[in-house]
């Protein structure tokens, strides 16, 4: 069904390739955040015969994260010049006529894994874990690097000084939790003021912060080559030790230990960011940010709860993931010590 | 005799599982028709002690707010601002009882309940240090207590996952 719509836009925006064909159009399972889809697209260029993959990300009738769709692309678009890898990123087209939907286009990249199941467990990526943990930490450390400013990413919105990007992460999941929660949420509102009064320490810098980096979010060959980082759309600037917290959250160790990612000790874990980057993670500021990230996923759990009780979706995972916000309260009420 | 509600959700599980999931070709639908089975799995975990539970959890929250209701009374006379939450505890404890056991009406009270524990936390917190506040930490471990056991309860997908051995560990601590 998308296949004759996908050609239609290709062909507006390749006006001079000819006889674009679009084939073997399928939605990729997650994204609960924006619909992800991949196709094969064939043409002609002056006469030689071109053919390509490419992933679509539009938007969902609702999603657990209303983000601008254009903050995403122009991140992605920084990222990719800065030699960060991520796929390379062609058209953003807001017009819904032509997919119903807002939707940007970018490069497949070919031949990894993302399945954070299948790259901790893989026995062929098993023997690569050290390597992929080393990469992950360098890439973080780059990102962290980007000069923001010079690519013009200040419409992310600049956190007043240093010490100001706590706060600031404390107002903006606060501000949700206040609009989607639909019960009580005690154990939120409690973390909320552990928050306030364990502020970290002033950013080492202010940096372009992923704020989804973590096992699942990236795209791994066979040879355990980190080939991809995904999922920009929470891209936002702040204190680099917020990604090192989110990256630490139980929720991502996937294997039921205490391995960070399911790939590191923790302490292999601080040691490789903070060598990668030459910034010292004081670890109460790093416990600050994992006790925000835990707050971050229930506050987007929640916004996935209400978009399905309100009917915006019938989506089963939104009504899945609002059933998970107990043992995130779990995990804080570890954190924070109560 | 017909199948209970838990029967059928397993029936439904199964169904998934066995006739539905194989034939579908789509790794979308296949993901969408599995995190169906992982929604019913979470609803049969508790579908059997729904009431019971809600049930216990009222009673457990009436009695903590009891209890902090005679902690704060007493030391209103020397803090006006605890005055609100004294009216808010008396005022949900007051509420006539709903006879109903329908889950909808005992959600609705557990709310009612919880929204006050919300408040109750933030002022012991306020009081915290303050001279004749001694009873207010292990009134606030009571109720976090009692969180705790609340957050522990159903089935979660991470429990075979990212929280496998701290789910363990937690049911562990909580029955010790």
Not at chain 1, 33 to 60: C, K, M, Q, Y
Not at chain 1, 107 to 123: A, Q, Y
Request: with cysteine; glycine share 8%; proline share 4%.
């Amino acid at each position: 069904m998308l296949a004759p719509r996908i050609e239609a836009f290709l062909r507006s925006r390749l006006p001079e390739a000819a006889d674009i064909t679009v084939s073997g159009v399928y939605r990729i399972p997650g994204g609960a955040s924006r619909e992800t889809w991949s196709f094969d697209a064939a043409w002609r260029d002056n006469g030689a015969a071109v053919s390509r993959g490419f992933i679509l990300r539009r938007d969902p009738d609702a999603s657990v994260l209303e983000t601008e769709r254009d903050l995403e692309f122009r991140v992605i678009g920084a990222a990719h010049v800065s030699g960060i890898p991520v796929p390379e990123v062609y058209w953003l087209e807001e017009d819904a006529s032509w997919l119903d939907r807002s939707f940007f286009v970018m490069e497949r990249i070919e031949g990894c894994e993302t399945n954070p199941t299948k790259v901790l467990m893989d026995p062929g990526l098993f023997v690569h874990h050290g390597r992929i943990s080393g990469q992950l930490m360098e890439i973080l450390a780059r990102i962290h690097e980007i000069d923001w400013q010079g690519h013009d990413l200040g419409f992310l919105g600049v956190p007043a000084d240093e010490s100001a990007c706590g706060l600031m992460e404390i107002e903006r999941w606060e501000a949700i939790v206040d609009r989607e929660a639909l019960e009580p949420q005690p154990v939120l509102r409690a973390a909320f003021r552990w928050l306030r009064r364990h502020q970290p320490r002033p950013a080492q810098r202010i940096a372009l912060v992923h704020a989804d980096y973590r096992t699942g979010n990236f795209l791994c060959d066979p040879e355990g080559n980190v080939r991809g980082i995904l999922d920009w759309e929470m891209a936002h600037l702040g204190d680099p030790l917020e990604d090192v917290g989110w990256f630490a959250i139980r929720p991502w160790r996937w294997l039921g230990n205490e391995l960070v990612g399911g790939l590191m000790e923790r302490t292999d874990f601080i040691a490789r960011y903070e060598a990668a980057s030459g910034l010292p993670a004081d670890l109460e500021s790093v416990r600050f940010w994992e006790v925000l990230g835990n707050v971050k996923l229930a506050a987007i759990f929640l916004t996935g709860a209400r978009s399905f009780t309100e009917g915006r979706t019938r989506a089963p995972m939104m009504a899945f993931l609002g059933r998970n916000v107990a043992r995130l309260e779990l995990e804080i009420m570890d954190l924070i010590g109560v | 005799m017909r199948p209970t509600g838990l029967e059928s959700l397993r029936g439904l599980q199964a169904a998934l599982a066995e006739t539905l999931i194989p034939e579908l070709t789509s790794v979308h639908a296949q993901d969408a028709a599995q995190t169906m089975t992982m929604l019913l799995e979470s609803l049969a975990a508790e579908a059997d002690t729904a009431v019971a539970d809600l049930t216990a959890d009222i009673v457990a929250v009436e009695r903590l707010l009891e209890n902090a209701r005679a902690l704060v009374a007493e030391l209103r006379q020397r803090n006006d601002k605890l005055g609100a939450i004294v009216s808010e505890i008396d005022g949900v404890l007051r509420e006539a009882g709903d006879a109903s056991l329908t889950i909808s009406g005992l959600t609705a009270r557990n709310n009612r309940l919880r929204a006050v524990l919300e408040r109750l936390l933030c002022r012991l917190e306020d009081l915290r240090g303050e001279s004749g506040s001694e009873g207010t930490d292990a009134l606030s471990r009571e109720v976090y207590r009692h969180l705790r056991r609340v957050a522990l309860r159903g089935w979660s997908f991470w429990d075979v996952a990212s929280f496998r051995e701290r789910i363990v560990r937690a049911r562990a601590e909580l029955s010790a």
